[in-house]
Structures are given as structure tokens and as C-alpha cells.
């Protein structure tokens, strides 16, 4: 049941895709409009899929690689669309619908977790503490989003290129604002999915840190973007200056997200996560 919700989640990102790359194109509202209805119901039908999958399992289904790249796809679609409900940049479903598309087709070419699932890793607040972090992300990156189509915009205006690619671009302002939002938005999930982890780790493994890879660079992280939002709402560094560092910050949460967990040892790491071992709670 849940990989048929999955294959109709994406179909409809798919279709989702076709109509906001048609908008892009011919910029008729009418097509924008088909487009979100149809991602939000695309949406609607990945959330129910990973609730089937976690009660199924019982644990939140984020183990494997196969697993998170298909819940940040979640997460990324999620964010992209409560956020467009307050800005209404109509651009995004046109760059996120496919991002989030291919993601889900990469996950499913992906070998799933064989070995059994801890115990430890069966509880409410791992699911918390997931959740939490991969909304953070997913807002984070559209943030990353915003300063990357700030500074193209900017360097169109600069170079005084006003054609047909400026014309489908949102007013600056209007991705400057992207970019505070879903930043504030973003580090507030970050900082919660942290507090989540460090409090179950305790409960779980007897220690609030244990200075696993994947924890070092989670901490990276979060102060890259405490000094990125001190800068934006305390110093002023909004516009160019903010999607600077935005698109940097961004380097850091991109190799906290895949890197600590393919690359680096721990219990965070995706060979390791499924075999975690410790006292029960």
C-alpha cells in the first residue's frame, strides 16, 4: 500500500512538474494555479505513504539513504509549499516539483535497510527528532534557493540583461523575504531537531553528546546559521550580503545532510544507524 501511495505521490510530482515548467514557459496562471493543486495533493498523498511505512515498521522510515533522500524530498515539498502559501512565489514549483521528482526516482533505485530494526530506534522522539531536522532542511535549502535566484537576478540587473528570463523572475524584495523566511523558519526546526536528539540520546545512550561525526557537523551547522541570522536581523546583511551567505551556509548543512552519513563513521552513519545498540530506555 505504501509503494502504491509512493508511486501516485510521484506521478502527480511529475505532472505537477509538466504544468509549472508550462507556466515557466507561458506564464498563464491558469497552469500555476492546476500546478499547486496538484502538488498539494501529491504531497497529501507522500505524508500518508510515510505514515503508512512508520507504523508499518515502526520506527520512522528515514534509516537508509534510500529512506531520508525520500523524506527530504517530502519535507522539500512541504516547505516549498507552506511557504508559498504567505509569499506566493510562483517560480519555485517549477524548480522544486522536479528536484523533489527525481529524488524520489534516485530512492527508489536504492537498495532498502535488510538488517532489523533497533529497538532504541522505535520510539516517538527519534520520529521528533527526524522530522524536525529534515523540515529544517528543507527550509534551510530553500533559503539556498532564494539566495541563488537573488544573485542571479542581481547579476542580471548589474549586466543590464532585462529579457525573458529576468521577466520570470521574482522581484528581489520578494527573495529577499524568501530568503528571511524560511531561514528563521528553518534554523527554529534545526534548533528543535537538535534538542530532540540530544534529550533522546540521553534517555537512550546515557549522554546528552557523545561527539558522533554526524553531531560535530550538525553543531557546524547550527552555528553557521545562528551567525547567519545574527547577521541578517542584527547587522542588516540582507540582500546580496544575506544570500552570500546563505548559499555558503548551505555547503555545510549539504555535507552535514549526505557526507556525515556516507562518508564519515558513527552511529549516525547509514551502515551503522539500523545496528544501533546501547541500554533501552
Given at each position: ?15 505537477g512538474?509538466?504544468l ?37 515498521a ?12 525520500d ?5 522539500l515539498m ?40 533497533s ?23 530553500l ?29 528581489l ?58 547577521a ?8 546580496l ?8 551556509a ?8 549526505l557526507?556525515a ?15 544501533l ?5
Amino acid at each position: 500500500m505504501s509503494g502504491a501511495l509512493h508511486g501516485a505521490a510521484l506521478a502527480l510530482y511529475l505532472i505537477g512538474t509538466g504544468l509549472y515548467l508550462a507556466f515557466a514557459l507561458w506564464q498563464r496562471r491558469g497552469l500555476h494555479a492546476a500546478g499547486r493543486l496538484v502538488l498539494w495533493a501529491g504531497f497529501g498523498l507522500h505524508t500518508l505513504a510515510l505514515i503508512l511505512a512508520w507504523f508499518t515498521a515502526g520506527v520512522v522510515p528515514a534509516l537508509s539513504l534510500r529512506q531520508y533522500l525520500d523524506v527530504f524530498a517530502w519535507a522539500l515539498m512541504g516547505a516549498m509549499l507552506f511557504i508559498n502559501l504567505r509569499l506566493q512565489l510562483m517560480i519555485l514549483g517549477a524548480l522544486i516539483a522536479p528536484l523533489c521528482a527525481l529524488m524520489i526516482i534516485f530512492a527508489a533505485a536504492l537498495p532498502s535497510p535488510a538488517a532489523p530494526v533497533s529497538p532504541l530506534l522505535k520510539s516517538l522522539w527519534v520520529a521528533a527528532h527526524v522530522t524536525l531536522m529534515l523540515f529544517g532542511y528543507g527550509l534551510l535549502a530553500l533559503s539556498f534557493l532564494g539566495g541563488l535566484l537573488y544573485l542571479a537576478q542581481e547579476r542580471l540587473i548589474r549586466q543590464k540583461r532585462l529579457g525573458r528570463i529576468f521577466q520570470r523572475l521574482p522581484p528581489l524584495t520578494r527573495l529577499d523575504l524568501l530568503n528571511h523566511h524560511s531561514l528563521v523558519a528553518g534554523f527554529s526546526f534545526l534548533t528543535l531537531g537538535l534538542i530532540t536528539g540530544a534529550l533522546y540520546a540521553h534517555t537512550a545512550l546515557g549522554s546528552y553528546w557523545r561527539w558522533d561525526p554526524k553531531e560535530v557537523w550538525s553543531l557546524i551547522t547550527w552555528l553557521l546559521y545562528a551567525a547567519l541570522l545574527h547577521a541578517r536581523l542584527v547587522s542588516g546583511w540582507r540582500g546580496l550580503k544575506g544570500a552570500m551567505l546563505s548559499t555558503a551556509a548551505f555547503a555545510a548543512l549539504l555535507f552535514t545532510f549526505l557526507g556525515a552519513g556516507l562518508i564519515l563513521p558513527g552511529y549516525h552513519s547509514f551502515n551503522n544507524i539500523v545496528n544501533l545498540t546501547g541500554p533501552l530506555p
